[in-house]
């Protein structure tokens, strides 16, 4: 079996990856070790998801974009449902701040298949996990002004997450529930926006619109035939429509 990996989330922070990181319950507790990681199959040849069933994905990391040897790999058997799927890495081989080094690479290999290139960097909120380190911080512990650079506090980082960041994390959580969203005909693209979620429906030449907090439908939306690509520039959404030719910009 041949197959290729495409991200369903598209979003700067977690650019090409489609990342997720499960979140800490408490500031003292350990930090999570475990990295929530979605994506689609798809068939090289005609795009197409491959087929519903159970496959074995051996998941690795690595320092470098290409060769060197992995400094971790867990081996996965994971549920694909119209290519789609979703799965918790470090349950079985647990991961460590170590791993992240600022040039961490997540290699992935299907079947007997061989790994998937190029390799995805491991960018942003994953990084989180060296929170941990925290936790070497002696209990009453405190950080005077002298252990903190100019400039480094500021009112928007005192604030905390911003809508599009919760939106996110809320759309990690229903994903985790395992519940099914209805789109159009043939979902294939698919772009976030910070707070929605937009999918393009081949078969019935529509985009649909998501709320990522909580997977409602917002809106449907009439474009080209066979909506395939999606993309949002930071205004509009732009959709390109495979058999017309052109491109819808919502």
Not at 53 to 75: C, M, N, R
Request: glycine letters at 10%; a neutral charge.
């Amino acid at each position: 079996m041949s197959a290729r990996l495409k991200n369903i989330i598209w979003t700067a922070a977690i650019a090409a990856t489609a990342i997720g990181l499960l979140l800490a319950a408490g500031v003292r507790a350990d930090a999570p070790t475990k990295i929530n990681y979605q994506a689609r199959l798809t068939n090289p040849s005609t795009g197409n998801a491959v087929a519903d069933g159970d496959y074995t994905i051996v998941f690795s990391l690595y320092s470098t974009a290409t060769g060197g040897t992995a400094l971790w790999t867990e081996t996965k058997t994971v549920t694909v449902t119209g290519g789609l799927f979703s799965v918790i890495l470090g349950e079985s081989t647990p991961l460590s701040t170590s791993l992240l080094t600022g040039t961490t690479y997540l290699g992935i290999k299907v079947g007997d298949d061989d790994e998937m290139t190029p390799r995805r960097q491991i960018v942003s909120v994953a990084y989180a996990l060296v929170a941990q380190e925290a936790n070497s911080l002696a209990s009453g512990a405190i950080i005077g002004t002298d252990n903190i650079a100019d400039g480094a506090v500021t009112p928007l980082k005192l604030a905390g997450p911003n809508p599009q960041q919760i939106a996110l994390l809320r759309w990690y959580e229903a994903n985790q529930t395992g519940i099914t969203y209805t789109v159009g005909t043939s979902p294939y693209g698919i772009a976030f926006d910070g707070a929605n979620l937009w999918i393009a429906n081949q078969g019935s030449n529509t985009v649909t619109k998501l709320r990522a907090s909580d997977g409602t439908t917002v809106g449907t939306y009439s474009v080209g035939t066979a909506p395939w690509g999606v993309a949002f520039d930071g205004v509009n959404v732009w959709v390109t429509n495979r058999d017309s030719g052109n491109m819808t910009k919502l």
